[in-house]
């Protein structure tokens, strides 16, 4: 099993590339009450004689480790039996630890429980056989996964992962910006079109000194973010063939470019890439009236010790793709949990699991349970910097019954990262080398072509 885990890694996985955006933000810090109860967890495996000890594979910096540990320890008051070490592999780098936990699970070192930063990566490592199916201990707790977690990462039909956190996509905006082009907050009507619009108005000065209304980062749903809401996959039609083929990849690369070219409201993308902007300074020092982003971001916000500012940043919902299309929609992103096939103590890992995704009172980042009080959660979390965030639009946007993805993680393919990569060269052509839309989509359907023919050999 070893040797097969080794081979199947060393090909799925070890070339697999960047993270998307949900995993640089999704490892919030989570401090709060250690005196946690929840009717959600499952009964206590508290027979068992001898004591177990997990191992926990994370990213965690020293903040966000003291905050676990909390969690840690409410889950081993109520299992004394079970024993949790959180290690954390590279420290705050979620791309780094990944990569160093593919080699040491080739290498045969013994995991329990893990910790990934996206969808992509998760089903990435179930199709290469490292995650253990999680179907018999939902079926022994009476566990329906659709009614209590928001996505259920599925390869072949079994579940792989419970998840963690929960990151729907909205746009911070500076209210002072806002208030200066004399520009109401956007509702849930607005569309792309509308914030083209408005960063043309939100854009101001010149040179070094210019606001740019809008800014967009790197990363693959900055691309195209009607395809990371709007559609099932951003990557794949229902039949697992390559979808960068549909219309909505014109239309978005047209729009950055235009914003870009045309109204001079983004900074260009060469400028981005060439001096590897950082969207947090690129926003909060007010070089972007707007950002498209998650609830990851808000921690920056705070923190004024390291990005000082005085603007206070409002919510606005993500646009949608056209007048006529559903209001609410978005890209939720967040992280998973999972138990390594080589555990010897599943049943105990996924207990650990299950209590970390369920329970309420220790988090402080928005859950991926649907039975927990997001809105508890939130005010638990940026209530006390209601000056600089702008807490009743961010309840209104995020918490609204409109809001929902499209998003189905039944389709997808282990290597999902792959296509996403296909998908960010496919537009730096399109930008950097200046073809046509049509000409990089056409790139990128042959490109995929020949990443499934490779992956299906």
């Known amino acids: 099993m070893k040797k097969k885990q080794a081979i199947l890694l060393s090909s799925a996985l070890l070339t697999m590339s960047i993270l998307s955006a949900c995993s640089s933000g999704s490892n919030q810090g989570n401090t709060g009450s ?19 000890n997990l191992k926990f594979y994370t990213w965690d910096n020293e903040t966000n480790q003291v905050a676990r540990q909390k969690m840690i320890d409410a889950f081993q008051a109520k299992y004394p039996n079970i024993k949790v070490q959180n290690i954390s592999l590279v420290p705050g780098n979620s791309v780094e630890s990944m990569k160093k936990m593919d080699v040491l699970m080739s290498s045969g070192e013994e995991v329990d429980v893990l910790e990934y930063g996206n969808i992509d990566e998760t089903l990435a490592r179930a199709a290469a056989g490292v995650l253990a199916p999680l179907d018999e201990f ?9 009614e209590d977690y928001y996505i259920n990462p599925k390869v072949n039909g079994k579940y792989y992962a419970t998840m963690l956190t929960s990151s729907p ?3 911070l905006i500076n209210e002072d910006a806002l208030k200066e082009a004399n520009l109401s907050l956007p509702s849930f009507d607005w569309t ?19 606001r740019y209304g809008a800014y967009f980062h790197t990363w693959g749903e900055y691309t195209n973010l009607i395809a990371y809401s709007d559609l099932k996959s951003p990557y794949l039609t229902s039949d697992l063939k390559p979808g960068f083929n549909d219309p909505s990849f014109a239309y978005f690369f047209n729009l950055r ?67 006529s299309g559903e209001q609410g929609i978005t890209n939720i992103g967040g992280s998973y949990v999972s138990v390594a096939s080589n555990s010897k103590h599943k049943q105990e890992a ?21 039975k927990a009080d997001p809105k508890a959660i939130v005010d638990r979390l940026y209530g006390k910097s209601a000056d600089i965030i702008d807490v009743k639009s961010l309840q ?20 999902g990262n792959q296509l996403k990569a296909v998908l960010e060269k496919g537009f730096s052509k399109f930008m950097l080398d200046n073809t046509t839309a049509e000409e990089a989509q056409k790139w990128m359907m042959d490109e995929s072509d020949k990443i499934a023919k490779q992956n299906a050999k």
Not at 193 to 209: H, I
Not at 359 to 367: G, H, I, P, T
Not at 399 to 404: A, L, P, Q, T, V
């Open 138 to 146: 939902y079926a022994k707790g009476n566990v329906k996964p659709e």
């Open 350 to 370: 996924y207990d650990f699991i299950r209590y970390m995704t369920t329970e309420q009172e220790a988090r402080l980042e928005l859950s991926g349970y649907k």
């Open 34 to 52: 250690a005196a946690v109860t929840t009717s959600a967890a499952p009964a206590a495996t508290q027979s068992v004689a001898k004591p177990v």
């Open 192 to 210: 792309w079109d509308d914030f083209r619009d408005y960063a043309k108005k939100l854009s101001k000065g010149e040179g070094n000194d210019k």
């Open 257 to 323: 470019r235009a914003m870009e070219k045309d109204d001079k409201s983004v900074k260009p993308l060469a400028d981005v890439v060439g001096a590897k902007l950082s969207y947090i300074t690129e926003y909060l020092n007010g070089k972007a009236a707007m950002l498209a982003t998650a609830p990851f971001m808000l921690d920056n916000v705070m923190n004024k010790e390291k990005y000082p500012h005085t603007f206070k940043s409002v919510i606005a919902p993500l646009p949608r793709a056209s007048k």
């Open 169 to 171: 996509y909205f746009v």
């Open 396 to 415: 209104t946007t995020i918490f609204d019954k409109r809001i929902k993805t499209n998003f189905d993680p039944a389709i997808s393919v282990s290597y």
